[in-house]
Structures are given as structure tokens and as C-alpha cells.
């Protein structure tokens, strides 16, 4: 089965710097598609961001880019300019073509300071 | 508004009492799931369903069971509820289509078995 990591439980980040989240995961699979996940206080889950495994070009969403390294494995997620509404629970997800499975990560918790 | 709706958003009830969280969304998805999110675990998933009348099992499906008989509707189902069931439930939806893979979740139902 399919795994996601996420190596990091909790990150902090001045209000206005730059954060990088990670992410690992473990396929066999060629094609699939990866996702950044926010769910802040009120428990909402709100898709920040995708990414085609088939496309070699990073998807970026306004201040949120992720850096895609499929040979790695890796799918981390950068956020420019913190804002203080930018602290929640951040997942990584993992989805194959084919499939109609999701797997998760187990989040990390990002706190913004003033 | 495009939305996906879970009631009740808050339930606590007793070991083996059956109880049934319903989950409807109105953009007409094909592909409906739940998940259920545990601290340290993640969202898992629990089942999903293609379409109508058909449903598969997720990762953690013990002890629940779903029916899709209509395209907006995906109720989750606990027979005999137990206190490891306690936990936050998502609903989820997308569209069934993997150039526009968004999966639109609900708002959450936090579930206490006692």
C-alpha cells in the first residue's frame, strides 16, 4: 500500500518569511497525483494546492509552490510571505490515476508568529 | 453554493447504539468517500463509492457500513458503535474525472462513543 510521511509535526514561522513543509511518500506507481491539504481551527479541509506526477513543472497557487522531486519521492510545499491565516494543520495526500484511493499524511501543524 | 453537507456536526452516544451520519453534496459527484481523522493517525479512509450503488472498502472499513442508492447522498452507518470509533468523520466528494481532481470536503462530524 501507498504511504505518506510527514516527518515533521509541528513548524513555526515569522509573520512574512518563508516556511517549507515536507513530504515523503512511497509508490510504485508512474502516474498518480499529490495534494497539500489545510485544515484550520474550524476543522475544515481546504485544498491548497495539486500536482500531476506526469508534469515535470512545479504547480504553484499564488504564495504556495511545491517543490516536486518524483526520483525522491519528495513533495514539499512552500509558503512565501506568511500571513497570520495561513496557521492550521497542513496534510499531504497521495492519489493514483487509476485508483479511487486517498492516503494521507499526518499533518503538520503550522503556527505563524507576529 | 457548491457545498457537501454532514449531519449532526456533533454526536455522543453510547456503545452500541446504531447511528447513521448523513452526507449529501450538490454538484452532482460521482465519487463520494469518508474518512475518519485520529491525532497522530492522519485522515484514513474509510469507504468510497464511484456512483450510485457502488462502494468499495477503504483503509479502516470495520465496523461501518455505507449505502449510496442516490447520487447526492453517501450516509455512514455504525451498527453497533464502540469507543474506538470515537473520532472527527469527513465526508468528501469530486469529480470523477482526473483532469479536474478537486475533492470537496465537508464540514466535519465529531463523533464520542462512550
Known amino acids: 500500500a501507498q504511504t505518506v510521511t510527514q516527518s515533521q509535526p509541528e513548524m513555526s514561522v515569522q509573520e512574512a518569511e518563508t516556511v517549507t513543509l515536507s513530504c515523503t511518500y512511497d509508490?510504485?506507481?508512474?502516474?498518480?497525483?499529490l495534494f497539500w491539504y489545510k485544515q484550520p481551527p474550524s476543522r475544515q479541509m481546504i485544498l491548497v494546492i495539486r500536482q500531476e506526477a506526469y508534469k515535470q513543472q512545479n504547480a504553484t497557487e499564488n504564495r504556495f509552490s511545491v517543490n516536486f522531486q518524483k526520483a525522491a519521492k519528495s513533495f514539499s510545499l512552500k509558503i512565501s510571505d506568511s500571513q497570520l491565516g495561513d496557521a492550521a494543520m497542513y496534510f499531504c495526500?497521495?492519489?493514483?490515476?487509476?485508483?479511487?484511493?486517498?492516503?494521507f499524511g499526518t499533518g503538520t501543524s503550522l503556527t505563524v508568529i507576529p | 453554493e457548491a457545498q457537501v453537507t454532514q449531519n449532526p456536526r456533533y454526536l455522543i452516544t453510547v456503545t452500541g447504539k446504531k447511528l447513521t451520519v448523513t452526507c449529501s453534496q450538490n454538484m452532482n459527484h460521482e465519487y463520494m468517500s469518508w474518512y475518519r481523522q485520529d491525532p497522530g493517525l492522519g485522515l484514513r479512509q474509510i469507504y468510497y463509492?464511484?456512483?450510485?450503488?457502488?462502494?468499495d472498502k477503504g483503509d479502516v472499513p470495520e465496523g461501518y457500513k455505507v449505502s449510496r442508492k442516490e447520487k447526492r447522498n453517501f450516509p455512514l452507518i455504525l451498527e453497533s458503535p464502540s469507543p474506538n470509533q470515537t473520532s472527527l468523520y469527513f465526508c468528501a466528494s469530486r469529480i470523477r474525472q482526473d483532469s479536474v481532481d478537486t475533492q470537496y470536503f465537508g464540514p466535519g462530524t465529531r463523533l464520542t462513543v462512550l
Open positions: 463509492s464511484m456512483n450510485v450503488e457502488v462502494t
Open positions: 495526500a497521495y492519489r493514483t490515476t487509476t485508483g479511487n484511493q486517498f492516503y
Open positions: 509508490t510504485s506507481e508512474s502516474d498518480y497525483y
